[in-house]
């Protein structure tokens, strides 16, 4: 693909140079200087056409101060001089207009591993090259007698995070995604690809799996609800992934008694090892978190056992130990977050996941979970795009999209296969996880 | 503003654009968070922007820019129309607007006091003392109470002629206590659930909540939540309380009356819709107590505006008239399609986004009966107060949702308090089954400052008239 367009991103020299001096005009006894700055596209398509098609560049510069005990937080869209003098006068306003409040403290110099999460090509995507992309897509439904419906976006952002205790961070990523469903008259199918690099994915792979999926997943029909086993699809995964990241895997869930973790006991199947790792290559890398604290990984569950979670600069505090990396941005009461999450994967080829499986349910992706009950972890949520009942070993017939109601740690305590291949899968908002399919033991549909 | 938005406009025109529109929106955030008694966190964000919307060839481009300078309008009015070419060569259907709108004017948010001006001490004061009430409370282990306010100045200009100026405020806040045990985590929270209650309007909106008042009660719920049995399993009688009537009404309502998502332009994203045009008119979606309207115009509404983001006049529509589908929520491209013209629910969440139809003020209006009298009429049943977890199918269909609090109604009579409540349904059943909703008095307007839909995501701030309502043979307490 030929690049007739580059994101505007300001030189990093020019960013340092605006953190510098924003750091050295502080009055604030310590003072923390965040710039993101991205430039990113997106083309949706609909009934096999494009109908919405938007591109912005945007800048946040958000400041933390620490001034006689005191904090005060406040960001702007600008990077000029005006606009640093303005948000400086603001972040130090509210801290001298308040009383005393929580302190969380500053990290001081660490060297972060540099991760290459760059690609030119990715920067450079036009908006020719995207509807060419979805045309494709949109081509090959049209001809299946389906539509296709999606998006796809490529962006790429900066990233700079200093402090007055001498800490410099800069790092610079690109993300391409697209994501499917395609309809036939009488249901769909589903399919989704993230990468760094727009030329890693590939149009045809993408059009294969989900026009497939929708042509076998037309005229489902019901299926009585109750426990079954299940394949989940590395979709499905993903997403309990990030509810086990939301509700649990954070240290502050822990100190505040309302995680499932009980470390250092078995809290799931030993076929479960999950970990977070923000240097991994393989996932969406970023050296540094949110408060300039060099990214560590952090082993959540080693074979069944809860072994680990994410800290934070305050959490780690008050425990006495160091943040691995994992902070969001100030002003945060909500606590670390694990959002570079990793399955390891296991040793049954996804298609042979069924072999065993006499009667059982094929689930392809999740929609609308939420939390029913987060020490339990309980969650709830819909099979969407593509649910097949299994007999025999083999799938024979599409179903009726279904309600579940189910403990996560129950249901990967029955965990009987994980497959040999692992699939990216981008978050919603932020992070990504690499994961596998599973094979569960007991999975409860309610309706 | 005025002479970048002409600007944006003339160049979009000689560039070939056949409509154009701008808007140049200027956003103020301030939040403020107590946790266990101290003050854990105060921000306060700005953000300023343009962003050009054009249609070339029967086909939209789109892209904003955070730089408010001439240079930089030209550049992004480039990329927008290059954006729109590219669109056009894999286009279905060209792009009709119906007739144009040519509105002007100016709309200010009525409030008494703006919140901006009001002392950080007078609020940071106020989430003290309710945090101090839940405190009081012997087992209450983590508070936290939180205020937010918003101010958003935005300037709407067209080729069609419209030069709209709007400034819109909101106010919000809320409190929360938890409760933990080794094996439950019970919360509860005022006014609402999502952090707190939020309106269009001036600091009044937050006194009028009384928040101090309300922490010790909530305190002692969620303490006696985690002893509470645990909701029973069957099907009943089910009474929700108004805020939980509002979420009902916003997941199964709401959305798939929006006609961008029954045309299928949010399919690959938050679904699609079981209200289709050719049960318009003809599907009894509820019982004869059940009228849907929507309207940005009810005070302290968070769907209440001057005009939408097309320029479109604020107004009130029915969705749903004693029970039977008679409309939708419209934007001017999907309003045409159905040979209509748009009722104004068109925005963006700021400048850098497109505006999709969202939701404004969809409100159940009051009946007659009153929370007191359908509890009295009920023998066998559950009322469900302040929601907890919501979950809908990619239709809209099959739903279901749990709530912080409960309480078993034995022959007419509030008995146990229940713990991890849930109910589910499918939404017209269910809204077929309503057999009460209460009266003018206990109706009020709950703001929904989370509603998320689009790609790039977007997060509207809806909000929901409701009364406590009544629904017989509901499936409840599916978790045991």
């Known amino acids: ?447 | 503003m005025k002479d970048l938005a002409e600007a944006a406009l003339n160049a979009a025109q000689v560039k070939g654009a056949g409509y154009a529109d701008v808007r140049l929106d200027e956003h103020v955030q301030q939040d403020i968070i107590v946790k266990n008694g101290q003050l854990a966190a105060v921000s306060d964000d700005a953000s300023e922007g343009f962003g050009v919307r054009v249609l070339v060839d029967g086909a939209w481009g789109f892209a904003g820019s955070a730089r408010l300078d001439r240079a930089e309008v030209e550049e992004v009015v480039d990329r927008a129309i290059r954006i729109a070419r590219a669109s056009a060569r894999v286009r279905s259907t060209p792009v009709d607007l119906g007739p144009p709108v040519t509105s002007r004017g100016h709309y200010r948010t009525p409030l008494e006091r703006d919140p901006f001006t009001v002392p950080l001490t007078e609020k940071v004061d106020l989430l003290l003392r309710a945090d101090a009430a839940m405190g009081a409370v012997k087992g209450v282990s983590i508070r936290e109470g939180s205020m937010e306010f918003l101010r958003q100045r935005k300037v709407f200009a067209s080729t069609e002629g419209a030069f709209i100026e709007q400034e819109l405020y909101e106010a919000g806040a809320g409190i929360e206590a938890t409760a933990t045990s080794p094996d439950e985590v019970q919360n509860r929270s005022y006014p609402n659930s999502f952090g707190r209650h939020q309106g269009s309007g001036g600091y009044e909106y937050v006194t009028a909540m009384q928040l101090d008042r309300h922490g010790q009660r909530i305190g002692e719920e969620a303490v006696a939540l985690l002893t509470a049995p645990q909701c029973p399993s069957g099907v009943k009688t089910l009474i929700l309380d108004a805020s939980q009537t509002a979420l009902q009404i916003h997941e199964s309502c709401g959305h798939p009356t929006e006609l961008d998502r029954v045309f299928g332009t949010e399919a690959a994203y938050a679904g699609t819709s079981f209200m289709t045009p050719e049960k318009l008119n003809h599907l009894q979606y509820g019982s004869p107590q059940v009228t849907i309207t929507a309207d940005a115009v009810t005070p302290t509404g968070l769907g209440t505006f001057g005009w939408d983001d097309e320029g479109v006049p604020a107004q009130q529509s029915f969705l749903i008239k004693e029970g039977l589908f008679v409309g939708y929520l419209t934007s001017r491209e999907t309003a045409s399609v159905l040979g209509q013209q748009s009722n104004g629910t068109m925005r963006a969440d700021g400048w850098n986004r497109i505006p999709l139809i969202r939701m404004t003020n969809v409100s159940l209006q009051p009946g007659d009966s009153s929370l007191e009298q359908m509890i009295a009429e009920t023998r066998d049943g559950v009322y469900m107060e302040t929601n907890r977890s919501w979950s809908i199918d990619d239709k809209r269909l099959n739903f279901q949702f749990g709530t912080q609090l409960a309480y078993e109604i034995v022959n007419g009579k509030r008995g146990r308090l229940l713990k991890n409540a849930t109910y589910a349904g499918i939404t017209p059943e269910f809204w077929n089954s309503c057999d009460a909703v209460a009266g003018k008095s206990e109706w009020s307007v709950w703001g929904l400052a989370n509603c998320g839909k689009g790609q790039p995501p977007q997060t509207a701030h809806v909000a929901h008239g409701a009364a406590p309502a009544r629904f017989q043979h509901v499936k409840v307490g599916i978790l045991k």
Not at chain 1, 136 to 161: D, P, V
Request: charged share 25%.
């Open chain 1, 1 to 447: 693909m030929k690049s007739m367009e580059t994101a505007r991103l300001t030189e990093q020299t020019e960013v340092k140079r605006f953190i510098d001096k924003l750091l050295q005009a502080s009055p604030a006894a310590q003072t923390e200087v965040m710039v993101t700055e991205w430039d990113s596209a997106l083309t949706r398509f609909a009934n096999n056409g494009i109908h919405q098609n938007v591109a912005e560049r945007d800048v946040s510069v958000r400041v933390r101060v620490v001034k006689d005990g005191k904090t005060g937080v406040a960001s702007i869209n600008q990077m000029n001089e005006s606009a640093a003098s303005d948000v400086l006068k603001r972040a130090i306003a509210i801290a001298d207009l308040q009383s005393k409040g929580e302190v969380v403290p500053m990290p001081g110099p660490a060297e972060s591993r540099p991760v290459e999460a760059w690609s030119d090509a990715t920067a450079g995507a036009t908006p020719e090259e995207r509807a060419d992309f979805v045309e494709a897509i949109c081509a090959r439904a049209k001809r299946a007698g389906l539509k296709a419906f999606g998006a796809f976006s490529t962006g790429a952002e900066q990233f700079a995070i200093a402090n007055s205790l001498g800490v410099y961070h800069h790092h610079r990523s690109t993300e391409a995604t697209i994501n499917s469903v395609v309809m036939g008259d009488a249901g769909s199918g589903y399919a989704d690809r993230g990468a760094i690099n727009v030329q890693d994915l590939d149009k045809d792979e993408i059009a294969d799996e989900v026009i497939d999926k929708a042509q076998r997943n037309q005229n489902a029909q019901p299926v009585e609800p109750g426990t079954y086993e299940v394949v989940l699809e590395e979709y499905a995964v993903a997403e309990m992934l990030e509810f086990m990241s939301y509700t649990g895997f954070s240290a502050l869930a822990v100190e505040e008694d309302r995680s499932f973790m009980r470390l250092g006991e078995r809290i799931t199947g030993d076929a479960v090892t999950i970990w977070d790792d923000g240097l991994d290559a393989s996932g969406l890398p970023a050296p540094f978190d949110f408060e300039g604290v060099p990214k560590q990984r952090v082993d959540l569950i080693k074979k069944g056992v809860a072994t680990g979670v994410a800290y934070d600069m305050m959490t780690a505090t008050t425990e006495g130990r160091q943040s691995t990396g994992h902070g969001l941005p100030a002003p945060n009461t909500e606590g670390p977050f694990a959002t570079n999450l990793f399955m390891q994967p296991g040793s049954v080829a996804k298609p042979d996941l069924i072999s065993g499986i006499k009667r059982g349910i094929w689930v392809t992706r999740f929609w609308y979970v939420r939390i029913v009950h987060p020490k339990l972890s309980i969650i709830t949520g819909m099979t969407r795009d593509g649910t097949f009942l299994i007999e025999n070993g083999k799938v024979t017939r599409p179903v009726k999209d279904l309600r579940f109601t189910q403990s996560m740690l129950e249901a990967l305590d029955g965990t009987l296969g994980v497959s040999t291949t692992t699939k990216l899968q981008i978050g919603e908002f932020i992070g990504a996880s690499r994961v596998p399919a599973v094979h569960l033991k007991a999975f409860t549909f309610t309706s």
